[in-house]
Structures are given as C-alpha cells and as structure tokens.
DNA sequence: GTAGGGTTAG
C-alpha cells in the first residue's frame, strides 16, 4: 500500500498543472482503500465513493420561500432530505464557457485570512478534560481577581490541587477565557517547581503552550517550548503538537509547517492531532489547499485515521479559497464515509457558499440540516446574516435576525458585532444605541472589533464628535487598539480632508510599536491616489513590498485608479529615494500628509503623460499575476475609468488588446464593444449574468465604468445597450419609472446615454397617443454620490446633454438637483420633425449591417 | 486540533 503511493505521488509532482479536482478526486479514491495499519480490519469508514450520489439526494428540492427567507420551517413535519450534492451543482456554472473565477467576482474576503478569536469565551470543554471541583473554584478566583493576586490564590488552593492534572486544566481553561497572558505565565512559572517529573512537566508544557497560544502570544509559547526541549521535556509530539495549534491559531503556516517538520526530524511520529494541526494551520495562513491536500495523504500513508476535525479543517482551506466546488465533493466525502457532518461542517460549508453570495443555497443548506440531526446555532445565524449584509440585502439580514431570536438563540458578541455592523451601514443610529445598550444590559462587553466597527460607522457620517468620545471609551475601558482601529481612524480623516489628524493618528500608530499591515498601506495609497500624487503612490507600493508586507488586490486597485489622475506636487521635490526601512517611509508619509494638508496641486494636463500613466497599468497588471494577486471586478472598473480619462483612443485600445492575453472573455468583451463587434453581444450577456451575485455599490460601479469608456470612445449606441442590460438587471435601484429619472447612481456616460433611451420611451408614448402627465422630470442628485461633495459633477453634465438636444428642461428652482418640464412643452418638442434624429444614437465604429433608418427609433424604445 | 463579526479598492 505505501508502494503504491509511492509510485503514484511522483507523477502527480510532475504535472504541476493537475487540477485540484482531480487531485482531490485521487485522494478521494486513495482514501476508499484501507490504510495499511487498518488491511485487516475494513470498517465501515472506507465506503467506496464512486457512486453517483447517494439515495437521499434524489428526493426534490424544497424551495426556500421568497420574500423573507426563513432558515428553519417553523412546521413541526420533517425536513425535505438533503440534496446537497444534486443542488450544487445545479447553481454552479458547469458546462458553460467561460467562466469566472470566484476572485472576479470579488466574492472572496479581501480580509486578511487569519483570524484570532480570543475574546468570545468559548463554553467550558465538557468532554475531554472533567475539571475538579478544586480547580473549578481556583480558576474562578483567578479570572475575577487582578493580576497581581494570582500567586496568592495558586497558594491556598494548592493544598486541594493535583499535580499535574489540575494545574493543566486552569491554564488550558485560561487560554479560553484571558486574553492578556500575564496570569497563564504566574500560573506556569508557579505550578513547574511543584512537576515532580520530566512526564508531568512535560503535560503543564503543553498546557502552556496550548494556552499562549489561543491567548495570541504565540512567541511566549516559542518561548515556554524553547526552554522545555533545553531542559529535557519537550521533545514530545504533544508539546509540539501544542505549538503548531498556536501557530495555527495565529495564521502564522509557515512557521507551523517548520515545526511540523522539525519534528520528524527529531524522530518523532506526528499523530492525527499533529497533522490535524498543521492541516489547520495551512487552512488559517492562505496556504494552497493542494498542500494541505498532501498532508492529507501523507496522514493515510502513514496509517492514520483521518477523522471529522481533519475533514473540518479541510474543507475551512478549501472555503476560504472559495473553491466552492472542491468544498462540496470534500462535503460529500464526508457523508460517503461515513463521518457524518457536524455544526462545525455546516457553519464552515455555509460560509464557503455565502462568501460566493449564494444566499438561495445557503438559505437551503441550513434548512436541510435538522434532518441530519444537526441544528443550526448562533454561529449559523450569524454567518448567513452576515451573507446577506455583505450583498447589502439588509432586509433579509435583520429578518434573519428576528428569526433566531424568535427560536430562543442567545446572541453571542459576535453576532451582536454582526447586527451593529449592519446598522453602522444603513446610518441607523438609534438601533446603534440601543444594541449597544442591550450588549451592557446582557453583559457582553464592547471589544476590539466592535469599537472599530462603531469608529468607521461614525466617521464615516462625519461625527468626529462621537469618533473623539469612542477613543476616550476605549482607552477608559482599556479596550486595545489594533493596527486596524488605527487604519480605521487614518482613513477616515483621510477622507474627510483632515490630513492634520490623520498625520497624528500614524504617529500615534508609531509609537503603539503596533506592525503596520497592508490594510493601512492600502489606505495610505487611495488617499495618494485620489489626489494624484501617483509617483508617489507607486513609490509606497514598492516600500511595503520591501518591507515584507504583501499588496493586495485592493492595494493594486487603488493605484491603478491614480492613472490618469496625476497633478503636479505643490513641492515639487518628486519622489524620494528607496529606502525600504520603516522609519524613513514613514517620516516620508508624514511628510506626504503635510504636502495633502497644504493642498494639492495642479493637474497634469499633457496629454502624452497621460497616454504613458495608461500603459503603466500594464506593468501593473503584469506584477499582481506574477505576485499571485488575482484581479477582480473592482480592477476592471478602474482600468476603464483610467481609459476613460485618457483621449487616445489607439492607447486603450493597445490595452485592451494587451490584457485580452490575461483574460480574453472580460477584456475581450469590453474591446470588441469599443471596436462595434456585433458579434461580441452573446458573450456580453453572459459575462452581464455572470456577474449576477455582486453586491449593489460593486455591480453598479462595473457598468458605470463600462458605458463611460464606451460613450468617451464614440461607441453611444453600445453605451446605451449596456445601460439597459444594466437598468433590467436592476443594477442602480429606482432609475427609471415612465415619466421621472432618476439618475443621481450612474457616471455620466451612463446617465447621459439614458437621458437619450428615456426620451425615445417618451416619444413612443407620445406617438402611440398617450398623454403626457403635467410635468416629467430627470433627478441627477447634487452631488451627494460625487467622490467630491457638492461638485454636481452629473449635474452639469446633464444639463449641457439637454442644452445641446434642445431638450426644453429647466432646473427646479428651491432644488438644483432635478430638471423638470411640463408634460405638453416635452410631447411638442418630440413631435417635431428634428427630434427623432437628435435622439438616436449611434456607434463611432459598427461592424453591424445597416438598420433603415426609420426602425431604429423603435428598436431602442423597445429596449428600456 | 474544527465554524461566524471589524479595515482598505468601487
């Protein structure tokens, strides 16, 4: 048997292009055969999982109701039975080509993919460590008194406590409650001298270790396991079992696959902890699931059993990948085998579906599981509220809520953390306060997440005043600042054109010794972006690279988005030398902060310089592939908005054609509807229904940015076709009723290429004999959505369109953003003669054969 | 040894 693998491994090393899937599907075959420890003894864990499904997925779908999708039927009758398999692959695009990737989508978390969760206590681990009455109560004391007592405790209790049993337990039961790990060291440095043995001291290192390590303090595990192997006890799987746990916990892989390592070399025989561990530790730090999928095989080449944690941990790499389809055979694997999901496999599965923005699947997964004997709990809730909060279907999200609460769920701080996140975006501040004050009355604390999440909410609306009074709270309630209360805090002063406060804020973050992350150097780099001071922009996406923090996908966006956008710096003084150290980056930041402060400068308005900033975008490009960094929607959108902003047509087309080698189906589309391909329209549409599952900001951004490289290139005709896909997709909410437009979401190509479709509408009223109402009006807001309050960018936009049409609209006096007239003045100027003409549109190039020109009005008044 | 929340691009 481990012949066998042998053979086979060296041909899947070889093909470095093996596809996940059918990686997946060899080790799902290897694992239909018998270890070689358990030949003898087949048990029912090795059922062969070839077939083409199991019995239970071919009972019909039950249809998840529509309007307030309920996760639970409140009936008493069974559940529909689960049909995982056959609804998955339903949804998912199989058989059509091409397709997008989840990361073109923007579906995955752009969030850094490691994660503590110290601060939500977990309940008392019942079933593996019975605590005893002594230590129960030696533990409670700790936890409620200070710091500087827990010696004394450890003293008056010790005459009840066994040795080492009870002194492992309160620190592993520590590890779960504390987060600062001051009493877990007094407890460990107390209770070693009382180890009577090399054995008992190894099990309170482990406890130690275990503890740090769910505590954050990893190096203080690295410290305690250091100090162990020196001194003879801590060459045990367990102890570095316990370290690669706390490695995991802190998504720290790499460091967790040299130990992992280290400890094979040291002649030791990893067991299925271990490699449990390590396989979580790959899922938590990014790490491709093809090695965590090599563990996996090397566990059964050593005879291990991989049981539900491994399977668990698995499946979370796969989800967070959001390769959705692998997290769905390993799923089904799963039941084939005979280890039956559990809460931890659904909440992991669920999430993988919601990160996808599947809501309709996941809402039915969650349905399927009380059949399953597996029912649904706050952390189900939360994740599939959270689902719909990222998608901004803020309704089904607080239906949600009243759901679990309804069913008797306690919320927990997470989920209150989730319910507030939902508030602080929809500007409800009253339900801000009172879920707060529910979180005092209930005994949950504010955390570190939930203060950010206040702070950005606040800010956001402008409320410094309330920002200035959640600092003081935290600082009152020593609540720790993290590098993101800090980003947070940068960038919404940033925004606000505070860059006084903003500079303050980083020196603070300097002095907090804090390591500054790629979130706050992404934001650092908008705010150079925004202003135009792209050299400098793309000088600080070097530095964080030098200083060993990864850009990602936001980092290159926002840069991107500079192009185009460059003005020349108030100083003059160009960019600084490269330096690669943190001290004179960030005195340079400061100083990028001070130049902000003193204003910005003027734009760059040869022509030649921005055909040049154009190309630069394709270096760009070039360097995110090769860093690995997948582009998404956002970076098509502002790749479109820069050749938007750039008049030389032949430059983006070059673009285009360029990037057409990264990815033929999305720029392929876009450079075919700029050159007038007909043809290209059946791919449109579906790269159009692709995009389905983006949320509102996003969806709305992409066509935006699509119709106004299209209308600034002459193709208008195009523009308006893309403005309809759009508008029957329902991408900006409320455009258009008969007779008032509401503009106020669109870019100007957008808005301007709908002012024409909406008129040809009208016109067609007009003609088939209809009355108009007494007045018909087009909303362009004032500027409320315009990156820069007030400029009524749209406004201006549109009222030259109207001017130049002849369209008799005039502005309403007591509000500057809506156009109106009155009903008969617009049906008499649509009557005229002239008027069919001004209003239709066309492309600058078409490869279309001609339509007679008197179809054509009826054509386009056909499509709104 | 396993699950959910906060930040940055639009």
Known sequence: MVNTIKQISPKLQNSSHTSLIHFLSFSAKLFTMPPPMASSTPTRYYIPSSKPSHPSSQTPLSKPSKPSPKLIS??????????????????????????????????????????????????????????????????????????????????????????????????????????????????????????????????????????????????????????????????????FSALISAYARNGMSSEALVVFETMKGRGLRPNNVSYNAVIDACGKGGVDPIISMALFREMLGVGLLPDRKTFNSLLAGFSRVGHLDNARMLFDEMIFSGIGPDIYTYNTFIDAVCKCGNMELAVQVVSEMPAKGVHPNVVTYSTVIDGYSKLG??????????????????????????????????????????????????????????????INGYGKQGKFDVVSRLIQEMRERKVPPSVLTYSTLIDIYSKAGMYGDAANMFLEFRESGLKADVVLYSSFIDTLSKNGLVEFAVWLLNEMVKMGIKPNVVTYNAVIDAFGKSRISVEEDG???????????????????????????????????????????????????????????????????????????????????????????????THGLLMGCNDVWIQARSLFDELRRMDQPTSSAFYNALTDVLWHFGQRLGAQKVVLEGVHRQVWENTCSEFSLDLHLMSSGAAQAMVHAWLLSIRSVVFAGRKLPEFVSILTGWGKHSKIVGASTLRRVIEALLNTIGAPFQLERYNIGRFVSPGAVVSAWLMESGTINILLLHDSRSSDPLIPANLLPRLQALQL
């Open 74 to 239: 409140s009936s008493s009758s069974p559940c529909p039975s689960p049909s995982l398999s056959s609804s998955t692959s339903a949804s998912s695009s199989h058989g059509r080509s091409p397709v997008l990737g989840p990361e073109f989508r923007r579906s995955r978390s752009t969030r850094v993919i490691s994660k503590r969760n110290t601060t939500s206590p977990k309940p008392p681990n019942l079933t593996s460590r019975p605590a005893s009455p002594a230590s129960r109560d030696c533990l409670a004391a700790i936890t409620r008194s200070s710091d500087a007592t827990t010696v004394n405790t450890l003293r008056s209790f010790h005459p009840r406590l066994s040795i080492p049993e009870d002194y492992c337990s309160i620190l592993h039961e520590l590890g779960d409650r504390e987060k600062s790990p001051f009493k877990a060291s007094e407890i460990y440095n107390f209770s070693m001298p009382l180890m009577r043995n090399l054995t008992e001291k190894g099990k309170l290192l482990t406890a130690a270790i275990s503890s740090f390590g769910k505590m954050g303090s990893h190096d203080l595990a690295r410290n305690v396991f250091d100090k162990g192997l020196s001194d003879g006890y801590g060459n045990t799987v367990y102890a």
């Open 575 to 669: 960019v600084q030398q490269d330096s690669g150290d943190p001290e004179s980056c960030g005195g340079q930041i400061v100083k990028a902060f001070g130049q902000l402060a003193r204003g910005i400068g003027r734009p760059v308005a040869d022509e030649t310089k921005r055909s040049e900033e154009l190309l630069c975008i394709l270096d760009l490009f070039q360097k995110m592939i090769q860093q690995g960094v997948k582009p998404n929607v956002v970076t098509f959108s502002a790749i479109l908005n820069a050749c938007s902003r750039c008049n030389s047509f032949e430059d983006a087309k070059l673009l285009l054609e360029q990037l057409r080698l990264f990815d033929d189906f999305v720029y392929g589309v």
């Open 393 to 454: 279907r803020f309704d089904e999200a607080l239906n949600l809520y009243e759901e679990m609460r309804s069913r008797g769920i306690q919320l927990d701080r997470v989920c209150y953390n989730t319910l507030l996140s939902i508030y602080v975006k929809t500007g409800k501040y009253e339900e801000i306060a009172k879920v707060c004050n529910e979180m005092e009355v209930m005994g949950i604390e504010k955390d570190t997440v939930t203060y950010n999440s206040l």
